[in-house]
């Protein structure tokens, strides 16, 4: 019994790191530029059909090319909020915002599927099979390497929020976009790279999944709703929310999962995901940079 | 300057009632596979317009459709197995009647505690509502979701035209609850909580109760529609239902047509089924790929929805047509009869050993104070003093810790901002907080239709506010196109419309230049004279020295001294604590009237 | 031709006419145009797609090879009609509604039962026959449509095989466990599978269901681990199937046999697991090694051939249920002799005959024969998918236990 | 004005229209180096437009913008700060949930101002030592005095040539006015030239050199500020005095 009870828990810290990676980037762009961005599944499902091409084309492993997959993603965030969110936001409304990213799932989700059919997809070189046995609780190592990965990046990106000038201009512009302009920021620029490093994280994240979970272009839905899902438990627009928004997700879900019954992960999550809107409707940690939206 | 119903809404019935008599006699000529389209735009045009009751018109963006959908289509199938009801027809209704039943009760249970979420966080709250019951529909054996239900026929004659019907009438409901609900005073309330609920609250709109009503009032058109989706069916499964895809659609169709507005859905629905049914309809793999692209390219060629590019054409018109309108239009004549009213010296507001603290610190520390009935009383102090706080315990939107307040003959301290602006007491903001969206005549009308109980004509009220406060020649302006001066007054007319006994005013001449200082001063002695009292919080001293008849100055919180305005200005602590140096009285004229 | 035009017309939408292609394509005299839709983007559109090459390759076959079909001594090519339907039951049943309306006599099923039921509910109210391979839901064939017909045994019925193989290993499956989606068809198949499970005496240790939304298993795989099952019996979609497996192997967790219902067919599912896919069991309806005749084809070794010359995509069942599929409707047609729907359907109803499939005979409620058409049990070997059970069409052993997933 | 001396900042016939409304329609003013001029005006009359176009928040319709010679007409408001405009808001704008040191490094964000952040960051403190003293202090949780502190902090932070004040005076209780009114003197004496825009009109004119008002979107005066003090018939018919 306990030894089940610790087995869920860490699978659940393994798990919820994951999920931490996959949602920060639609955190930061919640928080920064107030677009809930429905085509974030769509782009961690990008960088796992990237990992799996780099590893049948090249041969090059999906860790080895997880730098460079989030620096593609960078780019592609980068250059997708600069001719297409901005343009249509100056045009129309923030809210078109929500249009068009949809509009993008859809036509990527189904590029995709002409490009590299609708099968099931999965990036799994060896040692994603190989364990290790700790008393009565098994642990996969790739679950291992993705979990120090995931918090590696998140620390990162922490560090560079809460440091560097870049960061600051970032929590400036989303606490008062006019204000920061005023300052010298120039806020165009902030925005596309606040979407280029949340494209860059799920891009990063897409890496790991597509180690770790099959996939299919029609998976990006549910990474989106688990992005929605892990933003609202740990708070909008910073990334310890998110990490720890992941975590509990992870641990709900395990400890659901082996106590109530495997049927039930999802569904627990969510009632947790609306009962603690009801009671801190800002997440656990409250909304560490995000403006009076 | 008429209502804005009358002559469009003779129009706008007439082309209606020519629609619906062409719709009903569809069937007659068109092909069964236009009949399916038709169907699908029903269908969706019904969602999409209980969404907008919720969605459009109070703000409240529902991403969980699917799931009074859902509950209305598997409520509708389980009866319709368990129940065993001979008559098709009838088994037909009682199920529907049951479907929106279950999807408004549902709405009924959550709603209180789900619609205090604001924004985003109600779209997603309700998105994950959705995926609790998609799982649990499927997970749960007594859903059946995952084998599915199958619903037997329920008519001998072609489905496509009996459902045809079906969903044709369902729009037409869902329609007509729509406009209705637009032109009453729950729809001005709902729009009013969507432009600001905060100022819909103190304008009197029971903001709570609204909310919950259209979020009933949709739930049950939506259950409907899913339980009419089912029996079309034939089959219901949890992947058929539960899909959020249909309440992103939903949204899609909302905010393609144009959000807030009541043919907007339909042509939104109308738009995607089209698009995917007939245009898309041939194209195999890159439908959806097609759709995508459509869609986004539809945002920027149509910014505002189809109804905002039909509403911008006839924007320009009136813009090309009237002339900017000069102000100071107003004559004597205009001016509302002031009744004698003499001031008397019944007490309005009673302030009793009012405190309030903030984590320990004490914003109000034990303030005892009255206001005369038909006097003008102003409040003054350091910032951070604590002004803004009283205003706030005094319109309800703080509670105090300790103490009491006392309006008229009645205790107020906890009761909530609608009842008391009900009551009669109104606030004018600092930073003037107009609902954007709508003009400067529906500005004012919701205070008419809210506020004060009482039977007047919101019309003539909502006339008499605007020429007190020279809007007359602007009523038909959005309010978003209106200078920060004329905001100022846009407030105060609102507030009046409220028919108020007590306007507390927040600094209403900050941000004014010397001429619309006393413009403004001029207005708040009109007001005085139609016999409500005014409670003012103000910086501008001379302002102060000529309007008030009794200063109170608090500085941390305590009331450091009240009186006549001369007697303050000279107190030695008002000017320690206050104002830096004697206040000059030269430079003020004599006090008017 | 003209009638659809006018029809399209009166929608009130010159577009849809010259958009909604497949009427103006058709141009032909001579053509029976077999309608229908597949999920061909989507949730569904990975087995959906399988679906519709199936059915490509077989029409390619009648009108090249066969130089169509002849009824009453005039040749008539095949016409394929298929639409996307996205996994949308309404999109679905809108343009099927459509074929209707424009004269099309004949349909093909889509691929998963939430889509199959509500269009065969208008086909046959229309009295126009479906062939589908792609629902399985016992939900299908309980309305007793007299015109639908499908080549898979109900879902509840396809888990009989193996069974049965269980039954002649003499006590060596003692125990099991299922893991099922819930969806209509996994939940379906396990569903069926418990009776007959426990009429052979096999101990049921545990029923796992999983929501149909992608979730993490490992509550699942380390609940196996403490009660571990001699066989496990995976009633999922290959998207589960994968993950489960997947995370069998991650942790190390061990079963004597897993059987999946829907993966180790597909190819590309085999190559994602590499050597871990050895050992898999599954339902295997149809495989290319087959000996049966065909009056088509030949043989099935011939149709195997046609299929890997033509097309790219890697055959599983499902592609060669659906071209059996279209080779029913010639078969039907030319025994009816005639093209009415009637007719043919009752040709559909009355089929028995050996095929490239199998024999091919439908049930009163039209579902394929839970014995003919029904699985056989099959095996991933080094080999390649070897049939392990019934023994009489058994090309080799059973594998039992599998190898450890550590020692491989 | 006076010809020979070219002007700090030039605006030549400014225009803007919100929506189709026009906002200003004809604006221009000069500011000579180390000079303090005020914009005056009633609501509406476009003062705030018109200091949003030179802080490149709002691109001019029609009309033209030299600072320091150089055509600065519709330049993005990332590199008007860099030029050394800084503009502060009204209404302060501050970020509220950053602290006060973190509030004055986005001051010094410019590249022109990076390199004297140091010595801009002892000047300010010297101005405001309050800011000094609750430098870690969440800007949001300051009173509204020492939040406008701030916002005129965060603004000298930006190492500025031309700082431009629109309506600090808001909001504010008559003492802190006084000695905001005391402060602009200490900025002019740094040298940094001034645009003042207030509605507190006494008080301005004593400290600014030259006035220009504004109505309907059109410079209809301008002129020294006592004279426009002393000037009977400008107090009446523009001032409202």
């Given at each position: 019994m306990l030894d089940r009870l610790f087995q869920a828990l860490v699978d659940g810290v393994l798990q919820g790191s994951v999920l931490s990676l996959a949602a920060v980037g639609f955190s930061l762009i919640f928080g920064v530029l107030g677009v809930i961005n429905l085509s974030h599944g769509v782009l961690i499902i990008l960088g796992a059909y990237l990992a799996l091409v780099a590893l049948r084309t090249i041969g090059l492993d999906p860790l080895l090319a997880l730098p460079l997959i989030a620096a593609i993603c960078f780019g592609v965030g980068y250059l997708y909020q600069r001719f297409l969110i901005s343009p249509a936001i100056r045009r129309a409304s923030l809210l078109s915002s929500l249009l068009v990213t949809y509009g993008v799932a859809l036509i990527l989700q189904n590029l995709f599927t002409l490009v590299f059919s609708a099968d099931n997809q999965s990036v799994r070189p060896d040692y994603a099979n190989s364990f290790d046995r700790f008393g009565g609780i098994t642990v996969n190592r790739l679950q291992l390497i993705a979990f120090a990965i995931s918090c590696v990046l998140i620390a990162i990106l922490a560090w560079v929020l809460r440091r560097l000038p870049i960061g600051r201009s970032i929590r400036a512009t989303a606490e008062h976009e006019l204000a920061a302009r005023l300052c010298g920021v120039d806020t165009d620029q902030i925005y596309a790279i606040s979407f280029g490093l949340s494209a860059a994280f799920a891009g990063a994240a897409g890496v790991l999944i597509g180690m770790l979970f099959p996939f299919a272009p029609s998976s990006q839905e549910d990474w989106t709703i688990f992005g929605f899902v892990v933003v609202v438990l740990g708070g909008a627009g910073s990334a310890a929310g998110a990490l720890l928004g992941g975590l509990l997700l992870g641990i709900i879900s395990a400890l659901t999962g082996a106590?109530?019954?495997?049927?039930y992960p999802n569904a627990v999550a969510f009632l947790v995901l609306v009962l603690m809107l009801l009671l801190r409707p800002h997440g656990l940690l409250g909304s560490a940079f995000h403006g009076s939206r | 300057m008429k209502r804005p119903l009358s002559r469009r809404a003779v129009r706008t019935g007439i082309a209606g009632a020519a629609v619906l008599g062409a719709l009903a006699v569809l069937p007659l000529i068109a092909s069964p596979f236009a009949l399916r389209v038709a169907q699908t735009i029903l269908f969706g045009a019904a969602l999409a317009i209980a969404w907008n009751i919720l969605g459009g018109f109070a703000g409240y963006w529902s991403f969980g459709s699917a799931a009074f959908l859902g509950l209305g289509a598997f409520t509708a199938a389980l009866m319709q197995e368990h129940v065993q009801i001979a008559d098709p027809a009838l088994r037909l209704a009682v199920a529907l009647a049951m479907g929106g039943i279950a999807a408004s009760l549902l709405a009924a249970i959550i709603g209180y505690p789900i619609l205090r979420l604001r924004g985003a966080y109600f779209s997603i709250a309700m998105l994950g509502v959705s995926l609790i019951l998609a799982e649990l529909s499927s997970g749960l054996d007594v859903f059946e979701g995952a084998v599915g239900v199958t619903i037997d026929p329920v008519t001998a004659a072609a489905p496509e035209r009996f459902f045809f019907y079906v969903f044709l009438a369902l729009a037409v409901i869902a329609l007509s609850i729509a406009a209705a609900v637009r032109y009453s005073r729950l729809g001005y309330g709902l729009i009013a909580i969507r432009e600001d609920e905060d100022t819909a609250r103190m304008l009197g709109v029971p903001t709570e109760r609204y909310k919950l009503v259209g979020f009933i009032v949709s739930a049950l058109l939506i259950g409907l529609a899913g339980a009419a989706y089912a029996f079309n069916l034939g089959y219901v499964t949890t992947s058929s239902v539960f899909r959020s895809q249909l309440s992103f659609d939903v949204v899609v169709y909302a905010l393609l047509g144009g959000m807030g507005t009541l043919a907007g859905p339909v042509l939104g629905a109308a738009i995607m089924a089209v698009l995917n049914q007939v245009v898309l309809g041939g194209l195999l793999q890159i439908h959806m790929l097609m759709t995508g692209i459509i869609i986004i390219a539809l945002v920027f060629l149509l910014p505002s929805g189809l109804m905002g590019l039909m509403r911008g054409h006839r924007r320009i018109l009136t813009v090309v047509g009237t002339p900017m309108p000069e102000e100071r239009a107003v004559t004597a004549a205009e001016q509302p009869p002031a009744p004698a009213c003499p001031q008397t010296d019944e007490a309005v507001l009673k302030l009793v050993g009012l405190s309030r603290q903030f984590r320990g610190l004490k914003a109000i520390d034990q303030i005892d104070l009255q206001l005369r009935s038909g006097s003008i009383s102003a409040i003054i102090g350091p910032n951070g003093a604590g002004k803004s706080t009283l205003f706030n315990l005094v319109t309800g939107y703080l509670a105090p810790n300790s103490g009491e307040i006392w309006y008229q003959r009645t205790r107020i301290d906890g009761l909530p901002t609608h009842r008391l602006s009900r009551a009669g007491i109104a606030r004018v903001f600092q930073i003037a907080r107009p609902f954007h969206g709508l003009s400067v005549y529906d500005n004012v009308l919701v205070g008419a239709l809210f506020g004060r109980d009482g039977s007047r004509d919101p019309h003539q009220l909502t006339m008499d506010a605007l020429a007190l406060a020279r809007l007359s020649a602007l009523a038909d302006q959005p309010a978003a196109s209106l200078p920060v001066g004329h905001l100022r007054r846009l407030e105060l007319a609102r507030a009046l419309a409220t028919r108020p006994r007590l306007v507390l005013a927040d600094e209403p001449c900050a941000g004014l230049n010397p001429t619309e200082t006393r413009e403004m001063m001029d207005m708040i002695q009109a007001v005085r004279r139609t016999g409500t009292t005014v409670f003012l919080a103000e910086h501008d001293m001379q302002a102060v020295m000529r309007m008030s008849d009794v200063v109170f100055v608090v500085a941390a919180g305590r009331l450091i001294a009240q009186g006549p305005p001369l007697d303050v200005a000279h107190d030695p602590a008002v000017i320690e604590a206050y104002l830096g140096k004697p206040f000059e009285l030269g430079s003020v004229s004599e006090p008017v009237r | 031709m003209l009638i659809s035009r006018r029809d399209a017309l009166k929608t009130g939408s010159a577009a849809a006419a010259l958009l909604g292609s497949d009427d103006v394509l058709a141009s032909a005299q001579n053509t029976i145009r077999l309608g229908g839709s597949v999920p061909m983007s989507g949730k569904e559109s990975d087995t959906g797609l399988n679906v519709l090459e199936g059915y490509k390759v077989a029409v390619k076959y009648v009108n090249e090879h066969l130089g169509g079909v002849k009824v009453a001594g005039v040749a008539y090519k095949l016409e394929l009609q298929l639409f996307d339907d996205a996994s949308d039951p309404q999109r679905a049943v809108t343009l099927i509604q459509k074929q209707l309306d424009s004269g099309t006599d004949f349909f093909l099923g889509s691929f998963s039962s939430a889509i199959v039921l509500p269009t065969a509910a208008l086909t046959e109210r229309a009295r126009r026959p479906m062939v589908q391979a792609g629902g399985g839901a016992d939900q299908i064939f309980t309305r007793h449509f007299r015109y639908m017909f499908g080549i898979y045994p109900r879902a509840s019925r396809q888990l009989v095989t193996l069974v049965e193989m269980f039954k002649s290993m003499h006590g060596q499956v003692r125990t099991c466990a299922i893991v099922a989606t819930n969806d209509p068809f996994s939940k379906g198949q396990a569903d069926g599978s418990v009776e007959y499970l426990r009429a052979a005496g096999i101990q049921i240790l545990n029923t796992y269901r999983l929501p149909p939304?992608?979730?993490?298993v490992s509550g699942v795989v380390s609940d196996l681990r403490l009660r571990t099952p001699d066989a496990l019996i995976c009633t999922t979609h290959q998207e589960d199937s994968a993950l489960v497996t997947q995370q069998l192997v991650a942790t190390g967790t061990d079963v004597k046999l897993l059987f999946l219902a829907l993966g180790p067919e597909i190819p590309a599912f085999r190559a994602n697991l590499g050597k871990y896919a050895e050992g898999l069991t599954f339902n295997q309806y149809w495989k290319p090694t087959y000996r049966f005749g065909d009056p088509?084809?030949?043989?099935t070794a011939n149709y195997y051939n046609y299929y890997t010359t033509v097309t790219d995509r890697k055959e599983t069942y499902h592609t060669a249920g659906a071209s059996l599929c279209i080779t029913c409707y010639v078969k039907a047609i030319q025994d009816a002799g005639t093209l009415a729907p009637d007719k043919v359907r009752d040709a559909l109803a009355a089929l028995n005959y050996e095929s490239f499939y199998g024999q091919v005979k439908f049930t009163a409620d039209g579902d394929g024969d839970a014995v003919l058409m029904g699985a056989v049990i099959s095996q991933v070997q080094p080999s390649g998918l070897e049939v392990v059970f019934p023994p009489k069409v058994a090309t080799a052993q059973l594998v039992y236990p599998i190898p450890n997933w550590a020692t491989r | 004005m006076t010809a020979g001396v070219s002007p700090l900042l030039d605006a030549q016939g400014l225009a803007f229209a919100y929506d189709g409304v026009i906002a200003v329609e004809d604006v221009s003013f000069t500011v000579r180096a180390a000079e303090a001029i005020a914009l005056l005006g009633?609501?509406?009359?476009g003062k705030s437009t018109t200091v949003k176009m030179i802080a490149g928040v709002l691109p001019p319709a029609q009309g033209r913008l030299r600072f320091d010679a150089d055509d600065v007409t519709s330049l993005p408001s990332h590199r008007i700060v860099e030029l050394g405009i800084t503009l502060v808001p009204e209404g302060r704008l501050l970020f509220p949930r950053m602290s006060v040191s973190e509030n004055l490094q986005l001051g010094a964000y410019a590249r022109r101002a990076r390199h004297s952040y140091a010595v801009n960051l002892e000047r300010v403190f010297a101005l405001f030592p309050r800011l000094a003293e609750r430098r870690?202090?969440?800007?949001?949780?300051?009173s509204g005095g020492e939040q406008q502190m701030l916002a005129i902090a965060r603004g000298l932070m930006g190492n500025p040539r031309l700082l431009v004040l629109d309506e600090p005076s808001l909001g504010l209780m008559p003492k802190m006015v006084d000695d905001l009114f005391g402060l602009i003197g200490t900025i002019r004496a740094m040298g940094i030239a001034l645009i003042l825009v207030e509605q507190n009109v006494f008080q301005t004119l004593e400290v600014v050199d030259r006035a220009y008002v504004l109505e309907k979107g059109r410079v209809t005066l301008s002129g020294p500020g006592r004279d426009l003090l002393r000037d009977d018939a400008v107090r009446k018919s523009f001032l409202g005095l």
């Open positions: 106590f109530v019954g495997p049927a | - | 939304t992608l979730t993490d088509f084809f030949g043989s | 009633a609501n509406g009359a870690h202090q969440l800007a949001g949780s300051m």
